[in-house]
């Protein structure tokens, strides 16, 4: 779900996240497109949550999908995106079309294998997780995901 949402967070257009990126740009003090825990930290106290600080480390975990210790822009969106941006069928269509590599409306392992290893995604997740996933999510047990199956997943 965390990649579907990664996936969701990159066909999103501007007007969708304007609020998002201004709040991302106000947190990046040092302009270097990522967000730190210092950084981080910094946003939350700023905004009054500084009592948030023991659960600030298990929050930048989950939000840091490729566990390089910073959050980028993407992560950042991906974590602030609330139901009404992934439950929309044509923005879940998009992400989906991102994973079925070959078009045939099916995600197959080796497709979500091929997805995740652009970055460091697959290598977070493990060779074993991938099947895993689609062990999860493939309802009808056909080895692969269809859409129906993916949208059940995001909600």
């Not at 501007?14 to 270097?32: H, K, P, V, Y």
């Not at 939350?44 to 948030?52: C, D, E, I, P, T």
Request: negative net charge; charged residues 25%; glycine residues 6%.
């Amino acid at each position: 779900k965390k990649s579907a949402l990664y996936a969701i967070a990159g066909q999103l257009d501007d007007s969708q996240i304007t609020d998002l990126r201004s709040t991302f740009e106000q947190l990046d003090t040092n302009q270097d497109g990522f967000l730190s825990a210092a950084e981080y930290r910094e946003g939350l106290a700023a905004a009054g949550l500084s009592s948030l600080k023991p659960d600030l480390q298990c929050m930048l975990d989950a939000i840091d999908m490729n566990n390089n210790d910073v959050i980028d822009y993407a992560e950042f969106i991906a974590s602030a995106l609330d139901a009404r941006h992934y439950f929309q069928e044509d923005v879940c269509w998009a992400a989906f079309q991102a994973f079925d590599q070959n078009g045939n409306g099916r995600i197959c392992a080796s497709e979500l294998a091929h997805v995740l290893q652009s970055g460091d995604l697959q290598e977070a997740m493990g060779h074993a997780a991938v099947q895993e996933v689609i062990d999860l999510v493939d309802i009808n047990g056909d080895g692969e995901i269809d859409f129906e199956e993916f949208m059940d997943m995001m909600r």
